[in-house]
């Protein structure tokens, strides 16, 4: 039987085998979704990406007969566990062939690489913060993949449960009707709140326009965010990185943003699906992949919800409705047929019954894991 060995990434060729080892794993599925691979190496860049400023990190490949046939992350997030006063570990960015050896090698690996570092505990899937990929996908299979939530083979959270691992918290996905007429409490709750005119819906027609709000809503995101588990409040240096980055994929059409005479109180960004164009450009942007991304995107009929809150004091005023119609206007002008709520924290009861109010349906749930390292 040939031995499995466990090494830590050292160089940038074994850094290239780290980020391109799914699609080996993946290799011959017609239908999974690769990663971008211009924010892949963005994303393992402890030079680029700010993320490594207050988290530990290293990256780990099992190898067997010399080729790699699997990966992980292990993470520790200083500023989070500071934040929660926690002695947390974290795994991510998991992924091997169905082979309980390879699994059991990676997963023992990151454990003892966290202890080692006096952590009592560990979950994931799990990377710096909600913003990217977490949880291993539990249910709905039989859908197709979505370029915001992981893209792991059922057989991987299996194997993390036989290793000891248990629940820690599922976030669901839904997908929504993108209804023809609004439903009747919509309209009565626009009705209602229509009459204060306190608050105004602002809408957007080009990048330019969105630009001056962006790091206000980032802002505002870290306000309202603070709650959600894993969620890490971005500093200044990450605001700007944030948005310089994401700016260009923006459809102006779908950002609505609240105001309360000239306070920023609410935001909604959503963007039409992009995950039948990555397919299309396997990952790569360059040098026609953008081209056929962008033109998914534009022909789509799905809407993505990406990001949105309304500030804690202003919560209860209907301006969630208020946003909510003005996207479902602009949904309905740009022909889209559903949209996908992204990830939401399964105890989320306010935005599921939101969900729910409009004939949501469930389609797949994510579990981030947890298991205590203590001696």
Not at 155 to 180: F, H, Q, R
Not at 207 to 212: L, M, N, Q, S
Not at 302 to 329: H, N, P, S, T
Not at 335 to 350: A, F, P
Request: one cysteine or more.
């Amino acid at each position: 039987m040939s031995e499995i060995i466990v090494k830590e990434v050292q160089s940038r060729r074994e850094l290239r085998e780290f980020i391109h080892l799914p699609a080996k794993v993946h290799k011959g599925e017609p239908v999974w979704l690769p990663p971008l691979y211009s924010d892949e190496w963005h994303l393992f860049d402890k030079k680029k990406n700010r993320s490594y400023s207050y988290a530990d990190t290293a990256f780990f490949i099992a190898w067997k007969d010399k080729k790699p046939v699997g990966r992980i992350m292990t993470l520790i997030n200083n500023r989070y566990n500071e934040i929660k006063k926690e002695k947390h570990g974290r795994f991510s960015f998991m992924e091997c062939y169905n082979d309980r050896e390879i699994f059991h090698a990676l997963i023992s690996k990151a454990e003892e690489w966290v202890r080692d570092r006096g952590m009592v505990k560990i979950v994931g899937p799990m990377g710096f913060s909600d913003k990217d990929p977490q949880g291993f996908q539990i249910e709905g299979f039989e859908y197709p993949y979505l370029f915001t939530a992981p893209t792991n083979s059922p057989y991987m959270p299996a194997m993390l449960a036989e290793e000891g691992y248990t629940k820690e918290i599922d976030l669901v996905n839904y997908n929504l009707p993108i209804p023809e007429s609004y439903p009747p409490v919509y309209l009565k709750a626009l009705e209602r709140y229509s009459r204060n005119g306190e608050i105004s819906i602002i809408e957007f027609k080009s990048k330019k326009e969105i630009k001056p709000v962006i790091i206000p809503v980032l802002e505002l995101m870290n306000q309202t965010f603070r709650d959600i588990y894993g969620y890490v409040p971005l500093n200044d240096p990450e605001k700007e990185e944030f948005a310089g980055r994401y700016l260009p994929i923006l459809d102006p059409e779908f950002v609505k943003i609240a105001k309360s005479k000239n306070e920023l109180v609410g935001f909604v960004v959503a963007l039409p699906d992009m995950t039948p164009g990555i397919i299309a450009a396997r990952g790569k942007l360059f040098p026609l992949g953008i081209l056929r991304i962008l033109k998914e995107m534009k022909k789509s009929t799905k809407l993505m919800l990406m990001l949105g809150g309304v500030k804690e004091e202003y919560r209860g005023k209907g301006i969630d409705v208020m946003m909510a119609i003005k996207l479902i206007e602009s949904a309905i002008k740009h022909n889209k047929k559903t949209i996908d709520s992204h990830l939401i924290m399964e105890q989320n009861v306010r935005m599921r019954a939101e969900c729910e109010r409009m004939n949501g349906k469930i389609v797949k749930r994510f579990r981030i894991f947890q298991k205590s390292i203590a001696d």
